[in-house]
């Protein structure tokens, strides 16, 4: 079974989104199956093959989620954060800006999916394999 150690020491090579399917192929390898961050304070709850569970504490002072998801503008401030624009923590405030509340990734699946306040889907996509 995986550790939190061991997952923070890989989300530690994370500088940018650029960095994130490399990260997910390190967590595949350690055994985790899927995983849900909460925007809110930043904590992760990891599960495993048999769904155990292990998670992290919060993260950052509490942020507050928009009430309604903005599609087009989170969008916009995912796809400048997966080309390296934005650090994690500015990652975070814009999701609570636009109202994205958690997102879900699938490790095995290869999808990170990403869910508003009343957990309709804002935005599913594939993860692109690591280089």
Avoid at 11 to 30: C, M, N, T, W
Avoid at 63 to 78: C, K, M, P, R, S
Avoid at 91 to 100: P, R
């Amino acid at each position: 079974m995986f550790t939190i150690d061991q997952i923070e020491e890989a989300h530690g090579k994370v500088q940018s989104g650029a960095d994130f399917p490399a990260y997910i192929r390190e967590l595949a390898q350690l055994g985790v199956k899927r995983y849900e961050t909460f925007v809110s304070d930043g904590h992760t709850d990891y599960y495993g093959p048999h769904d155990e569970k292990s998670d992290t504490h919060a993260s950052h002072t509490p942020l507050e989620v928009a009430h309604t998801a903005d599609v087009a503008g989170f969008n916009e401030a995912l796809k400048v954060h997966q080309q390296g624009g934005t650090s994690y923590p500015e990652f975070l405030a814009d999701c609570a800006k636009h109202g994205v509340e958690k997102w879900e990734v699938k490790v095995d699946e290869g999808t990170c999916t990403y869910y508003d306040k009343t957990g309709r889907v804002v935005l599913e996509e594939s993860i692109p394999p690591a280089e």
